[in-house]
């Protein structure tokens, strides 16, 4: 298997950070529709990533994005029905979806409505095998996903000490987060790290001590489960600012 690629880049400040994801999202975009016709995206969940997609729906991206061409699924969500001020869904669909050309039906939403996660996360997986023409055990490839990290180190909703940071054969889980006293429905590991690129987007000073332990520290994904995203045959990109860099040694 290819080595991943893995970089670095440290942004000024949160804006400038916005800016160069969303630079490197259009581009990811405009070269998976030109060499496969399509671009297949998990979008991250949290407060970050909403002015990356201010951005794409902004009039400096928006009108050269292939948004026909574009299918949007979701990483991760949160057990809450998707106009809950709490969904990952309706966040990108007020900072996004509801501003650009995106076909209904290229919108891949985890049904995080249903009462049973477990249910959620069986009804989502049937999404993703008809999206992607899975066969039974096959791993769907993203063309990029889009990771947060949190301030202890979680990603996705693969938190500290939950047993999916380890899963080897789910394509979707439903872990209940003790810290959260909730259920997410979450991507695995194996499916984060099938996909042909991955971008971390991690901001501001109360990530800088989870961002260094995750990316210099001794691997130990069942507390820092960031650690686990490793695409076997893909990139793996952390665009970080300045505040979140702040104990890097390398930055
Ligand atoms: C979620 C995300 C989660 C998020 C991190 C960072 O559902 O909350 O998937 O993994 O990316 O918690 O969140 P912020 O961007 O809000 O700091």
């Not at 670095?8 to 998976?32: C, F, P």
């Not at 794409?56 to 574009?70: E, I, K, N, Q």
Request: charged fraction near 25%; charge should be negative; glycine fraction near 6%.
């Amino acid at each position: 298997m290819a080595e991943s690629l893995s970089a670095l880049r440290v942004l000024d400040d949160g804006a400038a950070l916005a800016r160069a994801a969303a630079d490197e999202v259009a581009q990811r975009a405009a070269d998976a529709v030109h060499t496969r016709g399509r671009f297949r995206c998990a979008l991250a969940g949290g407060s970050t990533p909403r002015a990356l997609y201010r951005l794409l729906a902004g009039p400096a991206l928006s009108d050269r994005f292939p948004w026909s061409a574009t299918h949007v699924f979701w990483g991760d969500e949160r057990h809450v029905p998707p106009d809950h001020p709490d969904s990952n869904y309706r966040m990108a669909r007020e900072a996004l979806l509801d501003h650009v050309p995106l076909p209904a039906g290229n919108i891949h939403r985890i049904p995080a409505e249903d009462p049973d996660a477990l249910n959620a996360a069986v009804r989502y997986d049937a999404e993703l095998a008809a999206a992607f023409a899975l066969a039974a055990s096959e791993l769907p490839r993203f063309d990029l996903v889009l990771l947060g990290l949190g301030p202890e180190g979680h990603t996705a909703s693969l938190f500290p000490g939950s047993d999916v940071v380890r899963e080897e054969r789910r394509r979707v889980a439903a872990p209940y987060v003790p810290q959260l006293a909730a259920f997410r429905i979450t991507l695995t590991p194996p499916v984060l790290n099938h996909a042909a690129a991955v971008l971390f987007v991690v901001s501001g000073e109360e990530k800088s001590a989870a961002l260094a332990a995750v990316i210099e520290g001794e691997p130990q994904p069942d507390l820092y489960p960031a650690q686990i995203v490793r695409p076997h045959d893909g990139a793996l990109l952390w665009l970080v600012d300045r505040a979140a860099a702040r104990r890097l040694r390398r930055a």
